[in-house]
């Protein structure tokens, strides 16, 4: 079934605004790429920021999901490894070149504080979601091992761009692994 032109408009925004930046990349780039009319764009987004704030939202979710499929069937005790897990299949799939969310703080920051907002909840989410699977891992939340593990994996974000997905991501779970392995021998 082909794409809808919503769909592709997004796909055709996220590819441009991952490769070129946000502000770099302007209408008339997507709607030539995606092969569709400005109005068409329009008729599903009412600016360009509109569609800023779809293509995040969409990517989060895409990213949420593998993460949730990750940990819904992984046993306690090995939830937050199943979360680095896709959190590192991710970044070999879809962030070989950084976190387009970290891309959208660094653009947005001075320039537009909702879709900074955006971008740093998503962020938040992650954070979150390592301090859910740490309490289903039994594993005590009070030191701050979750924040260290967030460090970590978005250090793995930049390390991946930098020196390749083959050498940043076994180093990013050798870390995790070790942070994990310290936090269980501390546990009652």
């Not at 939202?57 to 306690?76: G, K």
């Amino acid at each position: 079934m082909p794409a809808s032109k919503r769909d592709q408009l997004l796909a055709t925004a996220e590819r441009l605004f991952y490769e070129q930046g946000f502000h770099a990349t302007g209408i008339d780039r997507i709607v030539a790429a995606a092969g569709v009319v400005r109005m068409t764009l329009y008729n599903h987004f009412a600016s360009k920021e509109a569609l800023v704030a779809a293509v995040l939202q969409a990517r989060h979710a895409r990213f949420v999901a593998s993460l949730e499929a990750a940990t819904a069937s992984a046993p306690p005790g090995e939830v937050t490894e199943a979360l680095v897990d896709a959190h590192g299949r991710w970044l070999e799939r879809y962030s070989q070149q950084g976190c387009i969310m970290a891309k959208a703080m660094g653009e947005f920051a001075e320039h537009n504080a909702e879709l900074h907002a955006l971008a740093a909840t998503a962020k938040a989410d992650l954070l979150a979601r390592l301090e859910a699977a740490l309490t289903r891992d039994g594993l005590n939340r009070e030191d701050g091992l979750a924040r260290q593990l967030f460090v970590v994996l978005e250090g793995s974000n930049t390390a991946v761009a930098l020196l390749g997905a083959r050498t940043a991501l076994p180093d990013t779970r050798e870390v995790i692994d070790a942070l994990l392995a310290a936090a269980r021998s501390h546990q009652p």
